[in-house]
């Protein structure tokens, strides 16, 4: 049974970094695709970071230059490293993972909340 389990959300000022983690358990590692969204009240969920099994990663451009996914193979964990927050990165975080040859998500974790206050 997959299980993603975040952490490390908080509340910092503009300007701040905080660095997310995602503990997965119950597959493979490394042969999921795995990603990290964003959801703030109010707006539809967000995607926010991708890397595939190869360890290229994909950001879009509200993120790109501010925001690192990466992953620890020895401790199969998902890492978010985000610096330059401003408000507009308040949210609930959320991990995901994928079987890579398909398009959807399948596998989510509860959420992590990240709140950036100017």
């Known amino acids: 049974q997959v299980q993603l389990v975040e952490s490390g959300g908080g509340s910092v000022q503009a300007g701040g970094s905080l660095t997310l983690s995602c503990a997965a358990s119950?597959?493979?590692?490394?042969?999921?695709?795995m990603a990290w969204f964003r959801q703030a009240p109010a707006k539809e969920r967000e995607w926010v970071a991708t890397i595939l099994t190869n360890g290229r990663t994909n950001y879009p451009d509200s993120v790109k230059g501010r925001f690192t996914i990466s992953q620890d193979d020895a401790n199969h964990t998902l890492y978010l490293r985000m610096i330059s927050l401003n408000p507009d990165d308040t949210a609930m975080y959320y991990c995901?993972?994928?079987?890579?040859?398909?398009?959807?998500?399948?596998?989510w974790g509860q959420g992590t909340q990240v709140t950036v206050s100017s």
């Open positions: 995901a993972a994928r079987h890579c040859y398909l398009s959807k998500y399948d596998y």
């Open positions: 119950g597959y493979p590692w490394g042969t999921y695709c």
